[in-house]
Nanobody, 121 residues
Framework: QVQVVESGGGSVQAGGSLKLSCVAS????????MGWYRQAPGKGRDILAR?????????ADSVKGRATISRDNVNNTLFLGLQMNNLKSDDTAMYYC?????????????WGQGTQVTVSL
């Protein structure tokens, strides 16, 4: 089992910035990747950024150039960050961190409870 906890969400004006944080603990040696997703009201959960199995970073077009993902492994605990700049009202959503397991390739398996980001005009 892997436990995932996000933090750092909040309310911000358009054009502002936020840094989201995620901590993954437990059997992290069984994970093959980690990434960030978001889900806006009435919409599906979309991937924003993730590391692939070789460490290459992927960004969705919606955040490319405005988001930076980072990670660190300290004492068998994974820390994943997401710096979001130049926020827009369309960025309003619940943001989730996911730890991936090597199943059907490498798929998201463990999710946090989410952290809300609200961007006002």
């Amino acid at each position: 089992q892997v436990q995932v906890v996000e933090s750092g969400g909040g309310s911000v004006q358009a054009g502002g910035s936020l840094k989201l944080s995620c901590v993954a603990s437990g059997d992290i040696a069984s994970t093959c990747s980690m990434g960030w997703y978001r889900q806006a009201p009435g919409k599906g959960r979309d991937i924003l950024a993730r590391y692939d199995t070789e460490g290459t970073v992927y960004y969705a077009d919606s955040v490319k150039g405005r988001a930076t993902i980072s990670r660190d492994n300290v004492n068998n605990t994974l820390f994943l960050g997401l710096q979001m700049n130049n926020l827009k009202s369309d960025d309003t959503a619940m943001y989730y961190c996911a730890a991936f397991r090597p199943w059907a390739g490498c798929q998201p398996r463990y999710w946090g409870q989410g952290t809300q980001v609200t961007v006002s005009l």
